[in-house]
């Protein structure tokens, strides 16, 4: 079995977690809460747009509401609202920081808020999204699905475009950091990183569920939006180039293509762009191109050549097969592929508890030969009579049982007992 390598400021979270479905509901619940900060920003300005609006006017003084006639006005609100409607996403990036800081007791290097080279690293996601995103549109331009069909470069509309990369700055980071930086890190806590990659796309897909014009296509090229966010996060261990990357996409769309950002109505734009009637399965019709099959290939050759980066440089790794819902994410991952938990494979093959074989092959118990043949208990065969007997190294002469010859045993005695060898 297969799974994506953790990174390393992944891996630096002590806390287990929790369940897979409680970090979706507490997902659910931070973005909520976000949002209602977000509003204290949002709200005074609609306000203003409301009480200055005729209509409305008429229906406060008058005392007869009309929901459908409020709902539509707040629909279509002027661009600058839009704009502090963007800004007020940093209630959202507040929110989540809150939340993993005091109450996850996370630092902020555990999603992704790298040092080290991050300008660099936000320009090259600039750059990424509006290669990616023109891609898609030349998809659509070639197959005939969309026409250019005039620029403004006036003073107002390059005022607005101005106001809404700052707002897009904002409100790309603020998903990025709440759909990869939080949901995705802790997610892949007790999760595997594949599983991890799915369920934050996904969610990242049913947070767009009430924009206007949303299709069934709508839900799948956001799903791979998403999967894409969340390889490229990991490729690169940071939140800066995939937040560049997801507020340039947007910018691109509504401001410099003019195209509708996820059911969004259009925006003021360099580029006008019109869409061919007829052509909505590869244009995205109502919802902007992001419903069309041209940003489904464009996503399909990105996720291409970034699985084969991450390929090449070895973040896919061999695990054992196991329930994806029990890993424990807080055991960092190894290069080795035995980081799982598992037992690796010892050198020595009777590492398992069994008795290895001894160098001594006598180790078991058993008595090994001795030097002396005879430790058996056997005797040895005695010297013939014959040969002199053994004396330890004394002097012959001074053994009790040593021949005496001569005056004192008289001539040609042979042997005798010297009892004078004991008078001392």
Same mark, same amino acid.
């Given at each position: ?330 055991? /960092?991952?190894?290069? !080795?592929? *035995? +980081?799982? @938990? %598992? =037992? $690796? &494979?010892?050198?020595?093959?009777? #590492? ?15 008595? /090994?030969?001795?030097? !002396?043949? *005879? +430790?058996? @208990? %056997? =005797? $040895? &065969?005695?010297?013939?009579?014959? #040969? ?37």
């Amino acid at each position: 079995m297969r799974d994506i390598r953790k990174p390393e400021f992944m891996a630096k979270i002590s806390s287990r977690g929790h369940h897979p479905i409680l970090e979706i509901l507490i997902a659910l619940a931070v973005f909520f809460v976000g949002s209602m900060l977000g509003s204290f920003v949002q709200m005074p300005a609609l306000m203003v747009y409301l009480l200055g609006n005729r209509e409305y006017q008429e229906m406060v003084f008058s005392g007869r509401m009309n929901i459908e006639k409020v709902m539509e006005l707040i629909l279509n609100v002027p661009q600058w609202i839009t704009i502090v409607l963007l800004v007020g996403e940093l209630g959202l990036i507040l929110v989540v920081l809150l939340y993993c800081r005091f109450l996850e007791k996370r630092k902020l290097s555990t999603l992704g808020f790298r040092k080290k080279g991050w300008v660099i690293d936000y320009l090259k996601g600039m750059l990424l999204g509006v290669l990616l995103f023109g891609i898609s549109y030349l998809f659509c331009f070639v197959s005939g699905s969309v026409a250019v069909e005039g620029m403004d470069l006036s003073g107002k509309t390059i005022l607005y475009v101005v106001g809404f990369f700052l707002g897009y700055l904002i409100q790309g980071m603020a998903e990025e950091v709440l759909c990869r930086g939080y949901l995705l890190v802790s997610l892949s806590r007790r999760c595997s990183m594949v599983l991890s990659v799915v369920l934050s796309s996904l969610f990242f897909s049913m947070l767009h569920g009430m924009n206007q014009g949303v299709t069934l296509l709508a839900y799948v090229n956001l799903f791979l939006f998403g999967v894409f966010m969340a390889l490229l996060f990991i490729r690169c261990e940071n939140i800066w180039i995939v937040g560049a990357v997801h507020s340039v996409w947007n910018f691109a769309q509504g401001n410099l293509f003019g195209v509708q950002v996820s059911g969004m109505k259009t925006q003021p734009s360099l580029l006008h762009s019109g869409m061919a009637d007829g052509w909505e399965l590869v244009n995205g019709g109502a919802f902007g191109m992001e419903g069309g099959l041209a940003v489904t290939l464009a996503l399909a050759a990105g996720l291409g050549i970034l699985l084969y980066s991450m390929k090449k440089h070895g973040d896919f790794v061999e695990v054992a097969p196991q329930s994806a819902w029990k890993q424990d994410a807080s055991i /960092p991952p190894q290069n !080795n592929q *035995w +980081a799982n @938990g %598992n =037992q $690796p &494979p010892q050198e020595n093959q009777w #590492a398992n508890g069994n008795q290895p074989p001894r160098e001594n092959p006598w180790a078991s118990g058993n008595q /090994p030969p001795r030097e !002396n043949p *005879w +430790a058996s @208990g %056997n =005797q $040895p &065969p005695r010297p013939p009579k014959d #040969a002199g007997y053994e004396n330890m190294g004394l002097n012959p002469e001074e053994t009790p049982w040593h021949p005496k010859e001569g005056k004192e045993m008289g001539q040609g005695a042979s042997t005798g007992f010297d009892q004078s060898y004991f008078k001392d």
